[in-house]
């Protein structure tokens, strides 16, 4: 038995005074209607309606049951009215976690727009390392870049992370610029530490690995400073375009290898599977969509 339709049932027939009326208004057939106030009262263990065949009116039991059980249908349409309107309007706390890299260079600033944007919402911007549960520490969402394993998370993609490899006109006129990949081999690098590092430069030509093995000179676990690195001169590095597409433009680095493709990657945000997804989530996941692919499309 649903309780609160019978609860329902049983206050429209008491206001109709009759279980016809009731049915009526109800769009349920009669037979229904008397069926869900039998079981009421076969719930409780009392009878709350005298029945005649022209007349229905409420027993001692009914008279004392019929205002709290309209009072608290009552407040519990208020209530999930209450909730409903809370959740569609972007409002409250939301806590976010990203990787270090991601964050300081592309997601924090665009926190601080988006909170000028939405100032009813409350953003928590926690960037770590650490694989986030998000579930388990009450966050709302996570923007993980790369492959995302296997799991009962939702993810919702970002924007497609182009990576090329490039040095400044510096370096450049000290060391020269390579001219096929085999070349890579007598080059200096820069190159992200955010994990184990390759022997090889992660680049293929025309789909295929190629083989030019790396030459660090230095490693960071930072795109600023590697960025600022290649900038100096200091070595090649294979760098996000939306990071270096300006840089590009102005020739403050130049694009090295061209036929050859650095790897691509994924940036997405997953949550919980949640069966609604919050306002307050959802407009931040497509402000931060938006504001990333107009970047790495070159159109901001």
């Keep these: 038995m649903n309780l609160h339709t019978a609860m329902s049932v049983f206050v429209e027939v008491s206001k109709a005074g009759g279980f016809a009326e009731a049915a009526r208004k109800l769009g349920m057939s009669t037979t229904a209607v008397s069926r869900h106030v039998a079981d009421l009262e076969s719930e409780l263990g009392v009878t709350l ?31 999930n009215a209450e909730v409903s309107s809370a959740d569609a309007t972007p409002q409250g706390r939301l806590r976010i976690t990203a990787p270090p890299a991601v964050g300081n260079d592309w997601i924090t600033e665009l926190a601080v727009d988006f909170v000028e944007t939405y100032p009813e919402i409350e ?35 970002i924007v497609e992370m182009r990576y090329v490899l490039c040095a400044s006109p510096a370096y450049l006129k000290t060391y020269g610029a390579p001219q096929q990949a085999e070349d890579l081999a007598a080059h200096r690098c820069v190159y992200w530490c955010g994990g184990a590092m390759p022997g090889n430069w992660p680049l293929t030509r025309d789909g295929v690995p190629v083989q030019a093995p790396l030459r660090p000179r230095l490693r960071v676990s930072n795109f600023a400073a590697l960025l600022e690195s290649a900038r100096r001169g200091i070595g090649l ?6 990071t270096v597409r300006e840089d590009l433009e102005t020739g403050r680095l130049v694009h090295v290898l061209p036929d050859c493709e650095a790897d691509h990657g994924m ?22 969509t938006g504001a990333l692919r107009a970047r790495a499309e070159g159109r901001a």
């Design 123 to 157: 953003l928590e911007l926690d960037l770590t390392e650490r694989m986030v549960d998000l579930v388990e520490e009450g966050y709302d969402a996570a923007i993980r870049s790369g492959p995302l394993p296997d799991s009962s998370l939702i993810a919702h993609r």
């Design 267 to 288: 940036l997405s945000l997953v949550r919980p599977p949640t069966p609604f997804e919050p306002a307050k989530l959802r407009v931040f996941i497509d402000f931060i």
């Design 237 to 242: 590095a294979v760098l996000p375009l939306i």
């Design 49 to 79: 309606l005298r029945r005649t065949t022209r007349h229905v009116s409420l027993t001692e039991a009914g008279n004392r049951y019929l205002p709290r059980a309209a009072t608290l249908l009552e407040e519990l349409a208020s209530l």
